[in-house]
Protein backbone atom coordinates (compact mmCIF):
# COMPACT_ATOMS: atom_id res chain seq x y z
CA UNK A 1 0.00 0.00 0.00
CA UNK A 2 1.03 3.40 -1.16
CA UNK A 3 1.32 6.29 1.88
CA UNK A 4 1.31 9.11 -0.78
CA UNK A 5 -1.64 10.57 -1.74
CA UNK A 6 -2.07 13.80 -4.19
CA UNK A 7 -5.61 15.30 -2.62
CA UNK A 8 -8.28 14.95 -5.77
CA UNK A 9 -11.11 17.44 -3.71
CA UNK A 10 -12.70 18.21 -0.88
CA UNK A 11 -15.49 16.07 1.17
CA UNK A 12 -17.45 19.58 1.66
CA UNK A 13 -18.37 22.48 -0.31
CA UNK A 14 -15.05 24.19 0.81
CA UNK A 15 -11.70 23.64 -0.84
CA UNK A 16 -9.50 22.65 1.34
CA UNK A 17 -6.14 24.81 1.21
CA UNK A 18 -2.73 22.91 0.55
CA UNK A 19 0.69 23.65 0.23
CA UNK A 20 1.63 20.47 -1.56
CA UNK A 21 0.27 22.11 -4.77
CA UNK A 22 2.50 23.44 -7.23
CA UNK A 23 3.59 27.16 -7.05
CA UNK A 24 6.58 30.07 -6.47
CA UNK A 25 8.49 27.68 -4.57
CA UNK A 26 7.07 23.64 -5.05
CA UNK A 27 7.17 22.21 -8.49
CA UNK A 28 5.13 19.52 -7.96
CA UNK A 29 3.33 17.73 -5.30
CA UNK A 30 4.37 14.58 -4.26
CA UNK A 31 7.59 12.70 -3.96
CA UNK A 32 9.47 11.69 -8.00
CA UNK A 33 8.74 8.35 -9.27
CA UNK A 34 10.14 8.83 -12.75
CA UNK A 35 13.47 9.32 -12.01
CA UNK A 36 15.89 7.74 -9.85
CA UNK A 37 16.72 9.45 -6.85
CA UNK A 38 20.36 8.97 -5.29
CA UNK A 39 20.48 12.15 -4.10
CA UNK A 40 18.10 14.77 -1.39
CA UNK A 41 19.00 18.35 -0.77
CA UNK A 42 17.20 19.77 2.40
CA UNK A 43 16.76 23.61 2.79
CA UNK A 44 16.18 24.61 6.54
CA UNK A 45 17.40 21.28 7.74
CA UNK A 46 17.79 22.38 10.95
CA UNK A 47 14.17 22.60 11.75
CA UNK A 48 12.63 19.97 13.64
CA UNK A 49 10.60 18.66 11.02
CA UNK A 50 12.80 19.84 7.88
CA UNK A 51 15.40 17.18 9.97
CA UNK A 52 13.21 14.19 10.30
CA UNK A 53 12.97 14.24 6.23
CA UNK A 54 16.71 14.27 6.50
CA UNK A 55 17.02 11.49 8.88
CA UNK A 56 14.83 9.05 6.90
CA UNK A 57 16.29 9.74 3.98
CA UNK A 58 20.17 9.27 5.55
CA UNK A 59 18.90 5.60 6.95
CA UNK A 60 16.96 5.13 3.76
CA UNK A 61 20.67 4.62 2.15
CA UNK A 62 20.48 8.50 0.14
CA UNK A 63 23.02 10.64 0.00
CA UNK A 64 21.54 14.57 2.25
CA UNK A 65 22.68 17.64 1.92
CA UNK A 66 21.06 20.57 3.51
CA UNK A 67 21.52 24.35 4.51
CA UNK A 68 20.11 26.83 7.12
CA UNK A 69 20.39 29.99 8.58
CA UNK A 70 22.35 29.03 11.63
CA UNK A 71 23.46 26.14 13.72
CA UNK A 72 20.63 24.14 15.76
CA UNK A 73 20.48 20.94 18.23
CA UNK A 74 19.72 18.65 14.97
CA UNK A 75 22.52 19.49 12.87
CA UNK A 76 24.96 18.01 14.61
CA UNK A 77 23.54 14.30 14.32
CA UNK A 78 22.69 14.76 10.73
CA UNK A 79 26.31 15.53 10.03
CA UNK A 80 27.22 12.87 12.08
CA UNK A 81 25.57 10.25 10.12
CA UNK A 82 26.77 11.94 6.88
CA UNK A 83 24.46 14.44 5.96
CA UNK A 84 26.70 17.85 4.13
CA UNK A 85 25.28 20.82 5.81
CA UNK A 86 26.05 24.63 4.85
CA UNK A 87 25.56 27.34 7.52
CA UNK A 88 23.80 29.60 4.49
CA UNK A 89 21.43 29.83 1.68
CA UNK A 90 23.92 29.41 -1.45
CA UNK A 91 23.15 27.98 -4.75
CA UNK A 92 26.72 26.21 -4.77
CA UNK A 93 25.28 24.22 -1.71
CA UNK A 94 22.96 22.18 -4.53
CA UNK A 95 25.68 19.97 -5.83
CA UNK A 96 25.58 18.42 -8.92
CA UNK A 97 23.71 15.51 -8.23
CA UNK A 98 21.15 16.68 -6.46
CA UNK A 99 17.74 14.43 -7.66
CA UNK A 100 14.96 16.14 -5.43
CA UNK A 101 14.72 19.34 -3.20
CA UNK A 102 12.70 19.29 -0.01
CA UNK A 103 11.23 22.68 1.63
CA UNK A 104 9.19 23.98 4.10
CA UNK A 105 6.53 26.27 4.34
CA UNK A 106 9.12 28.95 6.10
CA UNK A 107 11.24 28.56 2.74
CA UNK A 108 10.23 31.42 -0.35
CA UNK A 109 11.29 31.72 -3.64
CA UNK A 110 13.56 34.19 -3.38
CA UNK A 111 15.93 31.55 -1.81
CA UNK A 112 18.77 30.99 -3.81
CA UNK A 113 18.88 27.53 -3.46
CA UNK A 114 15.04 27.33 -4.55
CA UNK A 115 15.65 30.09 -7.79
CA UNK A 116 19.11 27.18 -8.51
CA UNK A 117 16.48 24.02 -8.31
CA UNK A 118 14.39 26.07 -10.65
CA UNK A 119 17.01 26.45 -13.61
CA UNK A 120 18.48 23.53 -13.08
CA UNK A 121 14.64 21.60 -13.61
CA UNK A 122 15.60 19.88 -10.03
CA UNK A 123 11.66 18.52 -8.41
CA UNK A 124 11.01 21.35 -5.22
CA UNK A 125 8.45 19.22 -2.93
CA UNK A 126 6.86 19.70 0.65
CA UNK A 127 8.79 17.92 3.83
CA UNK A 128 5.15 16.01 3.84
CA UNK A 129 5.43 15.02 -0.02
CA UNK A 130 8.77 13.92 0.81
CA UNK A 131 8.01 11.54 4.07
CA UNK A 132 5.13 10.23 2.11
CA UNK A 133 7.67 9.21 -0.26
CA UNK A 134 10.29 8.04 1.93
CA UNK A 135 7.66 6.00 3.84
CA UNK A 136 5.40 4.60 1.20
CA UNK A 137 4.93 0.85 1.37
CA UNK A 138 4.05 0.71 5.53
CA UNK A 139 0.60 0.79 6.41
CA UNK A 140 0.43 4.66 8.09
CA UNK A 141 -0.84 6.35 12.29
CA UNK A 142 -1.49 9.75 11.36
CA UNK A 143 -1.76 11.90 14.24
CA UNK A 144 -3.34 14.89 12.94
CA UNK A 145 -5.39 17.94 15.45
CA UNK A 146 -4.48 21.42 16.27
CA UNK A 147 -2.68 20.59 19.24
CA UNK A 148 -1.25 17.59 21.36
CA UNK A 149 0.44 15.89 18.16
CA UNK A 150 3.95 15.27 19.10
CA UNK A 151 3.15 13.88 22.33
CA UNK A 152 0.61 11.34 20.68
CA UNK A 153 2.80 10.33 18.03
CA UNK A 154 5.35 9.73 20.53
CA UNK A 155 2.82 7.93 22.77
CA UNK A 156 2.01 5.53 19.59
CA UNK A 157 5.58 4.89 18.56
CA UNK A 158 5.89 3.61 21.73
CA UNK A 159 2.73 1.94 22.38
CA UNK A 160 3.67 -0.28 19.22
CA UNK A 161 7.29 -0.88 20.59
CA UNK A 162 5.72 -2.28 24.00
CA UNK A 163 3.64 -4.66 21.41
CA UNK A 164 7.00 -5.73 20.17
CA UNK A 165 6.57 -3.35 16.76
CA UNK A 166 9.36 -1.45 15.43
CA UNK A 167 7.63 1.25 13.21
CA UNK A 168 9.19 4.05 11.70
CA UNK A 169 8.20 7.18 12.72
CA UNK A 170 8.74 11.06 11.84
CA UNK A 171 7.98 14.00 14.18
CA UNK A 172 7.96 18.25 14.86
CA UNK A 173 10.17 17.93 18.05
CA UNK A 174 12.88 16.06 20.18
CA UNK A 175 11.28 12.91 21.69
CA UNK A 176 14.37 11.24 24.40
CA UNK A 177 12.62 8.27 25.00
CA UNK A 178 12.90 7.43 21.03
CA UNK A 179 16.64 8.61 20.56
CA UNK A 180 16.11 10.58 17.34
CA UNK A 181 12.95 12.55 15.85
CA UNK A 182 12.61 10.21 13.14
CA UNK A 183 13.72 7.08 11.86
CA UNK A 184 12.99 3.48 10.19
CA UNK A 185 13.46 1.55 13.07
CA UNK A 186 14.77 1.27 16.53
CA UNK A 187 18.60 1.10 15.72
CA UNK A 188 19.50 2.11 12.17
CA UNK A 189 21.91 0.53 10.58
CA UNK A 190 24.30 3.62 8.63
CA UNK A 191 27.45 2.69 6.41
CA UNK A 192 30.18 3.91 4.34
CA UNK A 193 29.82 8.36 4.30
CA UNK A 194 26.33 8.09 5.94
CA UNK A 195 23.39 5.99 4.68
CA UNK A 196 23.85 7.47 1.58
CA UNK A 197 27.23 5.26 0.56
CA UNK A 198 26.71 3.66 -2.90
CA UNK A 199 25.11 0.30 -2.72
CA UNK A 200 22.24 1.47 0.21
CA UNK A 201 21.93 0.09 3.97
CA UNK A 202 20.98 -2.96 4.72
CA UNK A 203 19.52 -4.56 8.16
CA UNK A 204 16.25 -6.03 9.90
CA UNK A 205 13.65 -4.36 12.12
CA UNK A 206 12.12 -5.98 15.10
CA UNK A 207 9.35 -7.78 13.22
CA UNK A 208 11.89 -9.92 11.23
CA UNK A 209 11.34 -8.39 8.14
CA UNK A 210 14.85 -7.35 5.91
CA UNK A 211 15.17 -3.51 5.30
CA UNK A 212 16.81 -2.61 2.31
CA UNK A 213 17.59 0.24 0.24
CA UNK A 214 19.51 0.77 -2.94
CA UNK A 215 21.04 3.55 -4.63
CA UNK A 216 19.21 4.51 -7.96
CA UNK A 217 15.83 2.94 -6.97
CA UNK A 218 13.26 4.91 -8.12
CA UNK A 219 11.65 5.70 -4.51
CA UNK A 220 13.55 4.77 -1.53
CA UNK A 221 10.88 2.42 0.12
CA UNK A 222 12.35 0.24 3.45
CA UNK A 223 9.51 -2.50 3.79
CA UNK A 224 8.44 -3.91 7.22
CA UNK A 225 5.61 -5.28 8.55
CA UNK A 226 5.92 -2.96 11.41
CA UNK A 227 3.79 0.31 10.56
CA UNK A 228 4.36 4.27 10.42
CA UNK A 229 3.62 6.75 12.85
CA UNK A 230 4.18 10.39 11.15
CA UNK A 231 3.07 13.75 12.94
CA UNK A 232 0.36 14.97 10.67
CA UNK A 233 0.51 18.85 10.47
CA UNK A 234 -2.48 20.80 9.49
CA UNK A 235 -0.69 24.24 9.35
CA UNK A 236 -0.39 24.28 5.99
CA UNK A 237 -2.55 21.55 4.65
CA UNK A 238 0.24 19.64 4.45
CA UNK A 239 -0.95 16.55 5.48
CA UNK A 240 -2.67 15.81 2.68
CA UNK A 241 0.15 14.29 1.36
CA UNK A 242 -0.69 11.26 3.53
CA UNK A 243 -3.09 7.82 3.31
CA UNK A 244 -3.29 6.94 6.50
CA UNK A 245 -4.71 3.31 7.82
CA UNK A 246 -4.78 4.82 11.33
CA UNK A 247 -6.00 8.31 11.75
CA UNK A 248 -6.11 10.17 15.11
CA UNK A 249 -7.63 13.56 15.49
CA UNK A 250 -7.02 15.13 19.14
CA UNK A 251 -9.22 17.96 18.14
CA UNK A 252 -10.06 20.49 15.43
CA UNK A 253 -10.47 24.18 16.53
CA UNK A 254 -9.60 27.37 14.43
CA UNK A 255 -5.88 27.65 14.57
CA UNK A 256 -3.23 28.77 10.94
CA UNK A 257 -5.86 31.17 9.89
CA UNK A 258 -2.90 32.78 8.56
CA UNK A 259 -2.69 29.94 5.84
CA UNK A 260 -6.26 28.71 5.41
CA UNK A 261 -8.33 32.16 6.06
CA UNK A 262 -11.00 31.36 7.77
CA UNK A 263 -12.49 28.01 9.69
CA UNK A 264 -14.53 26.51 7.32
CA UNK A 265 -11.38 25.86 5.09
CA UNK A 266 -9.52 24.16 7.94
CA UNK A 267 -12.61 21.82 8.30
CA UNK A 268 -12.14 21.01 4.78
CA UNK A 269 -8.72 20.20 4.93
CA UNK A 270 -9.29 17.62 7.96
CA UNK A 271 -12.29 16.35 6.16
CA UNK A 272 -10.15 15.66 2.93
CA UNK A 273 -7.85 13.73 5.02
CA UNK A 274 -10.28 11.65 6.64
CA UNK A 275 -11.74 10.57 2.34
CA UNK A 276 -8.18 9.31 2.26
CA UNK A 277 -8.22 6.72 4.72
CA UNK A 278 -7.43 3.41 2.97
CA UNK A 279 -10.28 0.99 2.45
CA UNK A 280 -10.16 -0.60 6.03
CA UNK A 281 -8.68 2.07 8.27
CA UNK A 282 -10.33 3.76 11.46
CA UNK A 283 -10.45 7.20 12.39
CA UNK A 284 -10.05 7.99 15.78
CA UNK A 285 -11.40 10.90 17.07
CA UNK A 286 -11.41 12.71 20.55
CA UNK A 287 -15.33 13.03 21.46
CA UNK A 288 -14.86 15.61 24.48
CA UNK A 289 -13.68 17.95 21.61
CA UNK A 290 -16.87 19.45 19.80
CA UNK A 291 -14.54 19.88 16.20
CA UNK A 292 -13.16 16.51 16.63
CA UNK A 293 -16.70 14.61 16.97
CA UNK A 294 -18.13 16.49 14.27
CA UNK A 295 -15.49 15.81 12.16
CA UNK A 296 -16.20 11.60 13.18
CA UNK A 297 -19.80 11.81 12.54
CA UNK A 298 -19.43 13.19 9.07
CA UNK A 299 -17.20 10.48 8.72
CA UNK A 300 -19.31 7.98 9.54
CA UNK A 301 -21.97 9.66 7.38
CA UNK A 302 -19.76 8.72 3.95
CA UNK A 303 -19.35 5.14 5.49
CA UNK A 304 -15.53 5.89 6.89
CA UNK A 305 -14.91 3.55 10.29
CA UNK A 306 -14.93 5.61 13.29
CA UNK A 307 -13.67 5.10 16.67
CA UNK A 308 -14.22 7.74 19.55
CA UNK A 309 -12.21 8.12 22.85
CA UNK A 310 -12.79 10.52 25.86
CA UNK A 311 -14.47 10.69 28.84
CA UNK A 312 -17.74 10.02 28.08
CA UNK A 313 -20.21 7.19 28.96
CA UNK A 314 -20.71 6.28 24.93
CA UNK A 315 -17.25 6.54 23.92
CA UNK A 316 -15.24 3.44 22.72
CA UNK A 317 -12.51 4.23 24.31
CA UNK A 318 -13.71 6.17 28.11
CA UNK A 319 -11.20 7.54 31.03
CA UNK A 320 -12.87 5.91 33.97
CA UNK A 321 -10.70 7.21 36.44
CA UNK A 322 -7.33 8.73 36.69
CA UNK A 323 -5.13 10.39 39.58
CA UNK A 324 -1.70 12.93 38.44
CA UNK A 325 0.91 13.50 40.30
CA UNK A 326 4.07 15.30 39.21
CA UNK A 327 5.40 12.09 38.83
CA UNK A 328 2.53 10.73 36.36
CA UNK A 329 -1.04 9.37 36.07
CA UNK A 330 -2.85 6.66 37.20
CA UNK A 331 -5.87 5.28 34.77
CA UNK A 332 -8.76 3.15 34.83
CA UNK A 333 -9.69 2.69 31.09
CA UNK A 334 -13.18 1.30 29.63
CA UNK A 335 -11.97 -0.58 26.00
CA UNK A 336 -13.64 -2.03 23.71
CA UNK A 337 -11.56 -5.03 24.85
CA UNK A 338 -12.78 -4.28 28.27
CA UNK A 339 -11.21 -2.59 31.24
CA UNK A 340 -7.74 -1.67 31.60
CA UNK A 341 -5.70 -0.17 33.96
CA UNK A 342 -2.34 1.60 33.30
CA UNK A 343 -0.17 4.05 34.46
CA UNK A 344 1.38 6.94 32.27
CA UNK A 345 5.12 8.44 33.44
CA UNK A 346 3.09 11.97 32.09
CA UNK A 347 0.45 14.09 34.17
CA UNK A 348 -2.12 16.20 33.04
CA UNK A 349 -5.62 15.22 31.50
CA UNK A 350 -4.34 16.86 28.32
CA UNK A 351 -1.92 13.86 28.25
CA UNK A 352 -4.19 11.30 29.45
CA UNK A 353 -6.80 12.14 26.34
CA UNK A 354 -3.10 12.05 24.32
CA UNK A 355 -2.54 8.41 25.78
CA UNK A 356 -6.16 7.01 25.13
CA UNK A 357 -5.74 8.23 21.50
CA UNK A 358 -2.44 6.63 20.84
CA UNK A 359 -3.80 3.66 22.28
CA UNK A 360 -6.86 3.50 20.11
CA UNK A 361 -4.90 4.19 17.24
CA UNK A 362 -2.28 1.53 17.60
CA UNK A 363 -5.00 -1.27 18.60
CA UNK A 364 -6.78 -0.09 15.16
CA UNK A 365 -3.72 -0.56 13.36
CA UNK A 366 -2.27 -3.35 14.83
CA UNK A 367 -5.75 -4.98 15.93
CA UNK A 368 -3.42 -8.33 17.16
CA UNK A 369 -1.21 -6.42 19.41
CA UNK A 370 -1.77 -7.50 22.52
CA UNK A 371 -3.79 -4.22 24.42
CA UNK A 372 -1.43 -4.46 27.74
CA UNK A 373 1.70 -4.40 25.87
CA UNK A 374 0.44 -1.58 24.11
CA UNK A 375 0.08 0.08 27.41
CA UNK A 376 3.04 -1.18 28.75
CA UNK A 377 4.74 0.66 26.22
CA UNK A 378 2.90 3.97 26.26
CA UNK A 379 3.35 3.61 29.76
CA UNK A 380 7.31 4.68 30.10
CA UNK A 381 6.86 7.08 27.46
CA UNK A 382 8.31 10.56 29.39
CA UNK A 383 7.36 13.45 27.06
CA UNK A 384 8.50 15.55 24.09
CA UNK A 385 11.30 18.26 24.27
CA UNK A 386 9.65 21.03 25.55
CA UNK A 387 6.09 19.42 26.72
CA UNK A 388 6.19 20.38 30.90
CA UNK A 389 10.14 20.22 30.87
CA UNK A 390 11.48 20.74 34.34
CA UNK A 391 14.06 22.91 33.69
CA UNK A 392 15.21 23.50 37.56
CA UNK A 393 13.92 23.98 40.85
CA UNK A 394 15.80 26.44 42.85
CA UNK A 395 14.96 27.59 46.40
CA UNK A 396 12.18 25.67 46.27
CA UNK A 397 10.47 27.09 42.96
CA UNK A 398 9.60 24.61 39.72
CA UNK A 399 10.89 26.24 36.51
CA UNK A 400 8.76 24.18 33.96
CA UNK A 401 9.73 24.98 29.76
CA UNK A 402 6.49 24.32 27.74
CA UNK A 403 5.67 24.42 23.95
CA UNK A 404 1.91 25.75 24.73
CA UNK A 405 1.01 28.80 22.19
CA UNK A 406 -2.76 28.19 21.41
CA UNK A 407 -5.04 29.49 23.63
CA UNK A 408 -6.54 25.87 24.61
CA UNK A 409 -2.46 24.32 25.04
CA UNK A 410 -1.92 27.31 27.43
CA UNK A 411 -4.93 26.72 29.69
CA UNK A 412 -4.53 22.83 29.69
CA UNK A 413 -0.93 23.41 30.73
CA UNK A 414 -1.66 25.95 33.37
CA UNK A 415 -4.62 23.65 34.69
CA UNK A 416 -1.97 20.82 34.82
CA UNK A 417 0.22 23.05 36.58
CA UNK A 418 -2.12 23.99 39.26
CA UNK A 419 -2.87 20.61 39.75
CA UNK A 420 0.61 19.76 40.74
CA UNK A 421 0.63 22.43 43.28
CA UNK A 422 -2.49 21.92 44.80
CA UNK A 423 -1.44 17.88 45.42
CA UNK A 424 1.63 19.43 46.71
CA UNK A 425 -0.26 21.00 49.53
CA UNK A 426 2.67 23.91 50.13
CA UNK A 427 0.13 26.51 49.35
CA UNK A 428 2.08 27.35 45.85
CA UNK A 429 0.90 29.54 43.43
CA UNK A 430 1.46 29.47 39.54
CA UNK A 431 3.32 31.66 37.73
CA UNK A 432 3.92 31.87 34.06
CA UNK A 433 5.94 33.61 31.43
CA UNK A 434 4.44 34.12 27.97
CA UNK A 435 5.55 34.47 24.69
CA UNK A 436 2.83 35.22 22.48
CA UNK A 437 3.70 32.94 18.93
CA UNK A 438 2.45 35.04 15.12
CA UNK A 439 1.30 38.63 15.25
CA UNK A 440 -1.89 36.59 13.22
CA UNK A 441 -2.56 34.45 16.22
CA UNK A 442 -2.04 37.27 18.89
CA UNK A 443 -4.70 38.76 16.69
CA UNK A 444 -7.01 36.54 16.20
CA UNK A 445 -6.77 34.69 19.81
CA UNK A 446 -6.25 37.49 21.86
CA UNK A 447 -9.35 37.53 24.01
CA UNK A 448 -8.75 33.81 24.52
CA UNK A 449 -5.39 34.31 25.86
CA UNK A 450 -6.13 36.74 28.48
CA UNK A 451 -8.71 34.36 29.11
CA UNK A 452 -6.43 30.96 29.40
CA UNK A 453 -3.51 33.58 30.92
CA UNK A 454 -5.90 34.82 33.75
CA UNK A 455 -6.43 31.33 35.37
CA UNK A 456 -2.67 31.50 36.58
CA UNK A 457 -2.12 34.07 39.66
CA UNK A 458 0.80 36.18 38.07
CA UNK A 459 1.44 36.50 33.80
CA UNK A 460 3.94 38.11 32.72
CA UNK A 461 3.38 38.61 28.38
CA UNK A 462 6.69 38.71 26.24
CA UNK A 463 6.95 40.99 22.62
CA UNK A 464 5.36 38.64 20.10
CA UNK A 465 7.68 36.06 18.18
CA UNK A 466 7.52 36.84 14.73
CA UNK A 467 8.86 33.02 13.41
CA UNK A 468 7.56 33.49 10.12
CA UNK A 469 5.67 36.61 9.51
CA UNK A 470 6.86 40.15 9.26
CA UNK A 471 6.45 42.34 11.87
CA UNK A 472 2.93 44.07 12.65
CA UNK A 473 3.40 47.36 14.29
CA UNK A 474 -0.19 47.34 16.11
CA UNK A 475 0.22 44.05 17.75
CA UNK A 476 1.83 43.54 20.56
CA UNK A 477 1.94 41.90 24.18
CA UNK A 478 -0.56 44.69 24.99
CA UNK A 479 -2.97 43.48 22.04
CA UNK A 480 -3.43 40.50 24.83
CA UNK A 481 -3.23 42.12 28.45
CA UNK A 482 -5.44 44.74 27.56
CA UNK A 483 -8.10 42.28 27.64
CA UNK A 484 -7.35 41.44 31.47
CA UNK A 485 -8.09 44.19 34.20
CA UNK A 486 -5.55 44.41 37.12
CA UNK A 487 -2.22 43.33 37.51
CA UNK A 488 -2.51 39.54 37.15
CA UNK A 489 -1.40 39.95 33.80
CA UNK A 490 1.18 41.96 32.62
CA UNK A 491 3.40 43.19 29.67
CA UNK A 492 7.10 43.46 29.70
CA UNK A 493 9.68 44.98 27.45
CA UNK A 494 11.79 41.95 26.96
CA UNK A 495 13.73 39.02 28.36
CA UNK A 496 15.75 40.90 29.73
CA UNK A 497 12.98 42.45 32.23
CA UNK A 498 11.71 38.79 32.88
CA UNK A 499 14.19 37.23 35.29
CA UNK A 500 14.28 39.97 37.84
CA UNK A 501 10.18 39.85 37.65
CA UNK A 502 9.97 36.40 38.25
CA UNK A 503 12.36 36.87 41.13
CA UNK A 504 10.84 39.59 42.99
CA UNK A 505 7.14 37.51 42.90
CA UNK A 506 8.31 33.94 43.43
CA UNK A 507 8.23 32.44 46.74
CA UNK A 508 9.31 28.64 48.38
CA UNK A 509 6.42 25.83 46.64
CA UNK A 510 5.53 27.90 43.20
CA UNK A 511 6.02 26.25 39.84
CA UNK A 512 6.83 29.12 37.44
CA UNK A 513 5.66 28.38 33.66
CA UNK A 514 7.59 29.06 30.48
CA UNK A 515 5.28 29.23 27.51
CA UNK A 516 5.51 29.27 24.19
CA UNK A 517 6.69 27.84 20.94
CA UNK A 518 9.75 30.61 20.29
CA UNK A 519 12.87 31.33 21.89
CA UNK A 520 11.49 31.46 25.33
CA UNK A 521 13.43 28.63 26.31
CA UNK A 522 16.93 30.98 25.64
CA UNK A 523 15.20 32.77 28.37
CA UNK A 524 14.94 29.94 31.22
CA UNK A 525 18.50 29.87 32.64
CA UNK A 526 18.68 34.00 32.97
CA UNK A 527 15.19 32.92 35.25
CA UNK A 528 16.74 29.91 37.26
CA UNK A 529 20.39 32.22 37.85
CA UNK A 530 17.82 34.81 39.37
CA UNK A 531 15.72 32.68 41.46
CA UNK A 532 19.09 31.30 42.53
CA UNK A 533 20.29 35.15 43.30
CA UNK A 534 17.47 35.73 45.17
CA UNK A 535 17.20 32.51 47.65
CA UNK A 536 20.65 33.07 48.79
CA UNK A 537 19.27 36.96 49.21
CA UNK A 538 16.49 35.44 51.62
Known sequence: MSS????????SQRAPRTILRPGDVITQPAWPTDRAIRSVHVIRIGGAGMSAVGRLALEAGLRVSGSDSQDGQFIAPLREAGARITLSFDAASLGDDVDVVVVSTAVRADNPEVIAAHERGIPVIHRAAALAGLLAGRDLVAVAGTHGKTSTTGMAVMALRGAGLDPAWALGAAVPDLGRNA???ADPVLTGSGAGAP????GSDASGATRTAKSGSTAPVVISTAPAVIEADESDGSFLAFAPRSL?????????????GDEETLTAAFDTLTGQIVPGGQLVVCDDDPGARALGARAAQRGVAVTSYGTGAHCDWQVLSESSSAGGTQLELATPRGTLRTSLSVAGHHNVLNALGALAASAAAVPDAELSALATGLSVFTGASRRFDVAGTVGGVTVVDDYAHHPREVAATIAAARGIVEDQGRGGRVLVVFQPHLFSRTRDFAADFATALAAADRTWVLPVYAAREDPHPRIDARTITDHVTGEAVLPV?????????VRDAAAPGDLVLMLGAGDIVETTPSVLAALGDGAEER
Open 493 to 501: AGPEQVAAA
Open 4 to 11: AAVPTGPS
Open 248 to 260: VVTNLEPDHLDFH
Open 199 to 202: GGTE
Open 183 to 185: GFC
